[in-house]
């Protein structure tokens, strides 16, 4: 079911997730929750307080290189619960957006090479080491576990006309 995107500066975004401990039914209706909310708002990525609910649980759904057409399969989708970086290096700057700050778009600096444990929606214990697109995202979507939106990351400049804009348009 689709759901109500919490939106900055939403109090609930700064709150830190809690781990998963149970991976049944609820977990999963959570899961399909997300997808059918990041895919609604067309989002590649969400993490599940953006839906309100303070789990550490995300997903992630990057379009394809090489595909021409913009067609999100389900299967595609990444499903990462309680995860735990291991190693992260490198710097990769990319632009990114957050379906929590709509409209918003600034190029961000983060580790461009990432190990990541986490389980699956059974419990089942997984190892991602990527770089790059992936990289960034996961970085991106597991900050928001921890309270951290990314408009945190820019310069004070950057951020003090963001602030100014986003009042501006949200009064
Ligand atoms: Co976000």
């Not at 609820?26 to 909310?37: G, I, K, N, P, R």
């Not at 789990?55 to 990444?78: G, M, Y």
């Not at 918003?104 to 991602?128: C, L, S, W």
Request: aromatic residues 8%.
């Amino acid at each position: 079911m689709v759901k109500d995107i919490v939106i900055y500066p939403d109090k609930r975004l700064k709150q830190v997730s809690k781990e998963v401990t149970e991976f049944n039914e609820e977990l999963h209706e959570l899961l399909e929750d997300m997808y059918d909310t990041m895919v609604s708002k067309k989002g590649v990525g969400l993490a599940a307080i953006q839906i309100g609910v303070p789990k550490r649980v995300l997903i992630i759904n990057l379009p394809e290189d090489d595909s021409k057409d913009e067609e999100i399969k389900k299967e595609d989708t990444l499903e990462v619960i309680n995860p735990i970086f291991i190693e992260k290096n490198g710097s990769w700057k990319n632009q990114e957006g957050c379906l929590s700050i709509p409209g918003f778009y600034e190029d961000i600096e983060r580790a461009k090479h990432v190990i990541v444990e986490y389980q699956d929606r059974y419990g089942n214990k997984h190892t991602i080491n990527t770089d790059e697109f992936l990289a960034v995202a996961l970085q991106h979507e597991n900050d928001h576990l921890d309270g951290k939106v990314f408009i945190e990351k820019l310069s004070i400049l950057k951020r003090k006309k963001f602030e100014k804009e986003w009042k501006k348009k949200h009064k």
